[in-house]
């Protein structure tokens, strides 16, 4: 389940409220084998890097630091010929057993990424993974939901391509080098169809009443899979793949901004932030809930 050489002592404050997700309107060294990574819902935080000769992926998967319930995220990486898949899932916990469905929908993922041959296509396999994923929570749990992301990332002659696979507000976004965002998923939520629409401000939105209002969700009757374009990620910008726990703690110009420089100090400089919010209660936001993202470039040869 990947290294635990990130151990790292999180002070446990007094537990506060959180608003459960509802369906209604030092760093680890460099990874170089090829086995997939997967984290089901870890206890402690953990983060590291993963390298290939194309590209460099920084990651972190980390328990709320408030409080002492399950963690219910659950985190994937499956490296590929050409390329690798990245999925974050983030159990609904306004639901019971958050955390058995994001494993569920992680391991059903990872069990058919990690055996792909080329007799049938990625995209294909990945649609019968959310298919099962939903399959196996709805016949597993007790009306258990969850979030999941599944980005595809592909090196081709013109560079690094990828493409999103979602349901939930789990999203992913592009930040170029001058720290622009040039690309977001829609997160399915009444507040974030409003932020695609114009209609409300990325950053008012982390304070909207609403915020935690999910409209679809795997393992729910209305669950929507959006498959995003390939698109090409130019030299020097970084996509962002995560879950609300970040998403809802720091606003969009906070994270271009941490995302710049070295991948590894990128990583560190979000783990830090994201923490600090979460513990302080009086931090512009604080959101206290489980945190897992990760930072992927296009890696020189």
Not at 83 to 91: E, H, K, T, Y
Not at 177 to 186: E, K, L, M, N
Not at 221 to 244: F, H, S, Y
Request: proline letters at 8%; a neutral charge.
């Amino acid at each position: 389940m990947g290294q635990k050489n990130a151990r790292i002592a999180w002070g446990i404050a007094p537990r506060a409220p959180r608003r459960p997700k509802t369906l209604g309107g030092p760093i680890g060294a460099p990874q170089q084998r090829l086995e997939p990574l997967a984290f089901l819902n870890p206890g402690e935080p953990m983060h590291g890097v993963f390298r290939t000769d194309g590209l460099e992926c920084a990651y972190s998967v980390a328990p709320c630091p408030i409080g002492s319930g399950p963690n219910e995220d659950s985190a994937l990486i499956v490296p590929s010929k050409n390329g690798c898949f990245l999925v974050v899932a983030d159990g609904a916990g306004g639901h019971p057993e958050g955390e058995k469905a994001s494993a569920l929908a992680v391991l059903e993922l990872r069990e058919r990424l990690a055996s792909l041959d080329e007799s049938r296509s990625p995209q294909s396999i990945i649609i019968d993974g959310f298919d099962a994923a939903s399959d196996r929570i709805v016949t597993g749990t007790r009306g258990a939901l969850t979030t999941l992301l599944v980005v595809q990332v592909e090196l081709r002659p013109q560079g690094l391509h990828f493409r999103s696979f979602h349901a939930g507000d789990s999203a992913a976004l592009v930040f170029s080098a001058r720290g622009q965002v040039r690309f977001s998923t829609v997160m399915h939520s009444p507040v974030g169809y409003a932020v695609e629409s114009g209609l409300l401000d990325p950053d008012l939105a982390l304070h909207h009443e609403d915020l935690n209002l999910v409209t679809s969700l795997v393992g729910g009757p209305e669950m929507r899979l959006e498959i995003g374009p390939w698109m090409l990620l130019k030299p020097r910008e970084t996509l962002l793949v995560a879950t609300d726990g970040l998403l809802d703690n720091v606003y969009r110009r906070e994270l271009a901004q941490a995302a710049r420089g070295k991948i590894e100090l990128a990583e560190e400089r979000l783990r830090a932030l994201v923490r600090r919010r979460m513990v302080e209660p009086g931090s512009p936001l604080h959101k206290p809930d489980d945190c897992s993202f990760m930072l992927l470039r296009a890696r020189s040869t």
